[in-house]
């Protein structure tokens, strides 16, 4: 059998392969892997407290305008108190701010009356008149059964406030909270606000309390001083007008006197 004809041309050569063409790649030195990677946890580490910075410059407008918007509203508060003499005027004025500032579901106002032995409701919000007009409760103490520093804000325990508040605090389980307006260690009246359980305050708002607090409390007070300067003055009007008719009276009674004498006078020179 016969060999196979090897071709008498030259063998093809073998194009070269693409890992030897060209330089090869240089490494980086491992220090200076190790640099660029330190590097590059640096940037991402300045990226987030960048971030972090600027989450809180957004928290910080955002306080510094609502702190702002709440003490443009006490001031023109303060002036509309100082305006008015009458507490029911001050009620109102106190619940609105309570209502729209704090965004309460449900709120009362009771103030001092029946001669100081009792806190009567004045006014509420997020109620109807038959529910709130119905909470009175007595003095000194509000909640008698229970130990409470009642010259001080805080969260009413669920129970403290008896039956009495069932409706203010309401079957969605709102926490209630407890504002007092006092003044010389009397306890002119107070608010009672019901909020989400979720309701946690801010420092701004605390504060904000605690000034409207002080303002409704001398409104009060000075809405207390007047009405009895009122009450006084028509007792002395009373006093005024009866004396006037018993003047009169005695005024007539002497005038029938000496016209009696003059007669009876008369008479006797007469023969």
Not at 9 to 37: F, I, Y
Request: hydrophobic residues 35%.
């Amino acid at each position: 059998m016969s060999n196979p004809i090897q071709s008498s041309g030259p063998k093809p050569t073998q194009p070269p392969s693409k890992a030897s063409s060209g330089p090869k790649p240089v490494q980086p030195p491992q220090g200076q892997r190790t640099q660029g990677a330190e590097t590059l946890v640096e940037l991402m580490q300045a990226q987030r407290q960048l971030t972090q910075a600027m989450h809180e410059s957004r928290e910080l407008r955002s306080k510094l305008s609502r702190r702002s918007h709440q003490m443009q509203v006490l001031q023109q508060v303060s002036e509309i108190l100082a305006a008015t003499s009458k507490s029911g005027q001050v009620v109102s004025v106190v619940l609105d701010v309570l209502a729209q500032e704090f965004h309460c579901q449900r709120a009362v106002v009771w103030t001092l009356e029946d001669g100081g032995v009792g806190y009567l409701p004045k006014e509420g919000t997020g109620l109807t008149r038959p529910q709130w007009s119905s909470m009175k409760l007595p003095a000194p103490n509000p909640f008698p059964g229970t130990p409470l520093v009642i010259f001080q804000s805080q969260w009413l325990e669920p129970g403290s406030e008896g039956n009495g508040l069932a409706a203010l605090r309401g079957t969605d389980g709102a926490q209630l909270y407890f504002i007092p307006f006092e003044h010389q260690l009397l306890l002119l009246g107070f608010a009672i606000l019901a909020l989400p359980v979720d309701r946690r305050w801010e420092e701004e708002d605390l504060d904000s309390i605690t000034i409207l607090q002080r303002q409704a409390a001398i409104s009060l007070y000075n809405a207390w001083l007047f009405r009895d300067l009122s009450e006084q003055r028509d007792a002395l009007q009373r006093q005024a007008l009866e004396l006037e008719r018993v003047n009169d009276a005695l005024r007539e009674a002497d005038q029938l006197k000496s016209e009696f004498l003059a007669l009876t006078s008369h008479e006797l020179r007469t023969p």
